[in-house]
């Protein structure tokens, strides 16, 4: 894709349903015109229609890696504990909403130790058989599935593992997967109708989650199994065990995080390398060496999380731009990752890229990053493995339908065929 060059006054980018929604290559153009804009750029926040609170201050927005990875590594001055998304909550409705991400230390480091262990790249390692198995299952159903040889990719391939493996590994029955999933939907399909109609049933919905996750983490305190909810459970930081609030709130983060995000890498890969035939062939050529550039390379191309906010703590600056104490800046890791000055030719998806400098679509460092980037480099490579083993004719036929999203660069719907 080539940008389109765009002039700073022409977009805003707190326009959910105009920049956001709008064609790609103007989104593109945008971020490097503030990419090369000097200093930093200030944006009012939008007026959610129906919630119960007023927009905030507004944010100066990170388009520079050097600026995101400036302000992800430094949480004493940038802090997570006043939200991390744009909006502001009250501080209840952070914690319930956002688990540890909306944390900081010590209150996040508690909580991070007590879940790290599930998702170490040991642990990862023994889901690996079962994820293989699991992929192998999704591809080979389809033949039967779909006689025409052509379906939803999002529904029928790529959202299925990573809603599997999570609920596999939190011990969710899978009775209650399609539950799930409803839920993950609408927890990030904020912003786009076809998800989420009212403030009102975007609390209704966590809630139901909330109760159901608390119920699951009672139920494994009282009877343990080998999976996350009961270590989660059991485990003590400091002599304090979780609380089946900080459970139920854990919980909406693993689940949503979880699900959403891998899901959309592995459609955006799926699509970049159907659009990049020559990828494709050296990727499928030559798997066990280039799959993990090629991972990294679609974390990278497609940025599946947009960004994430910090709110300075102290006076500061970035980028000669004065920060005050309280003000928000928002890390654009879209923007990051497509920074000229770090990857050369940016707009070019090239699976041998070297992993350093690293992608940031991960995060950019720091003590939020991504907890869940091995299994999801794990499900993305057990997937694309098992595409290019039994069925490499497989391909994007349709044009991609996006979510309508500032935050997740979602892909609701993409037509595919085989041969
Ligand atoms: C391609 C898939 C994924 C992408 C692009 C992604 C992206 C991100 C990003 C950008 C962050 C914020 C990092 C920061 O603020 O420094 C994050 C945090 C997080 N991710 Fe992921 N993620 C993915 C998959 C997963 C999976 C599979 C899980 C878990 C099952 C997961 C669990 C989490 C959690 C728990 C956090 C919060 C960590 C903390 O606050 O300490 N993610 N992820």
Redesign the pocket.
């Known amino acids: 894709m080539t940008p389109t060059p765009v002039p700073l006054d022409s977009f805003d980018l707190s326009d959910v349903e105009g920049f956001w929604a709008g064609p790609r290559d103007v989104r593109e153009g945008a971020f490097e015109t503030l990419r090369r804009t000097p200093g930093l750029v200030h944006y009012e926040e939008r007026v959610i229609e129906d919630a119960p609170f007023p927009p905030g201050a507004g944010y100066w927005a990170l388009a520079r890696h050097d600026e995101i990875w400036h302000a992800?590594r430094n949480p004493k001055l940038f802090c997570s504990g006043q939200g991390?998304n744009i909006g502001d909550l009250p501080q209840e409705m952070n914690e319930f909403f956002g688990s540890?991400?909306n944390m900081d230390d010590p209150k996040?480091f508690r909580l991070?130790t007590i879940v790290s262990s599930g998702?170490t790249p040991k642990e990862v390692a023994k889901v690996e058989g079962y994820v293989h198995h699991k992929a192998a299952a999704i591809i080979d159903r389809l033949d039967a599935a779909f006689p025409d040889r052509t379906c939803d990719f999002v529904e029928h391939v790529a959202a299925a593992l990573?809603l599997q493996v999570?609920c596999d590994m939190m011990g969710i029955p899978e009775e209650d997967h399609a539950k799930i999933f409803g839920w993950t939907n609408t927890i990030l399909g904020v912003g786009d109708p076809e998800f989420v109609s009212s403030y009102e049933e975007l609390m209704a919905h966590s809630l139901e989650m909330f109760t159901y996750a608390q119920d699951l983490g009672e139920d494994r305190r009282a009877n343990p199994t080998d999976d996350i909810t009961s270590v989660m459970m059991a485990a003590e930081v400091d002599g304090e065990r979780l609380t089946a609030q900080e459970f139920g709130s854990f919980f909406i983060?693993?689940v949503v995080?979880?699900n959403e995000?891998?899901r959309n890498?592995i459609s955006h890969g799926m699509k970049a390398l159907t659009e990049h035939p020559d990828q494709r062939d050296l990727l499928y050529g030559d798997f066990e060496t280039l799959a993990r550039t090629a991972m990294d390379e679609i974390?990278r191309w497609s940025t599946?999380?947009i960004h994430?906010r910090r709110t300075a703590t102290e006076d500061t600056e970035i980028a000669g731009q004065p920060i005050e104490a309280g003000e928000k800046v928002v890390m654009f890791?879209n923007s990051g990752n497509r920074d000229e000055r770090v990857y050369p030719d940016p707009y070019r998806f090239d699976v041998t890229r070297p992993l350093q400098p690293a992608q940031i679509?991960?995060?950019?460092?720091?003590?939020?990053?991504?907890?869940?980037?091995n299994?999801?480099r794990r499900?993305?490579t057990v997937m694309f493995d098992e595409i290019r083993r039994r069925l490499p004719t497989l391909r994007i036929t349709g044009e991609p339908e996006y979510l309508q999203s500032n935050f997740i660069n979602g892909i609701k719907r993409l037509e595919c065929a085989w041969d």
Do not use: N, Q
């Open positions: 992800s991390s540890m991400i996040h991070r998702f990573p999570i983060l693993l995080a979880g995000t891998t890498a974390v599946p999380v994430f890791y679509g991960f995060g950019a460092g720091g003590p939020h990053f991504c907890l869940g980037a299994l999801a499900e993305m």
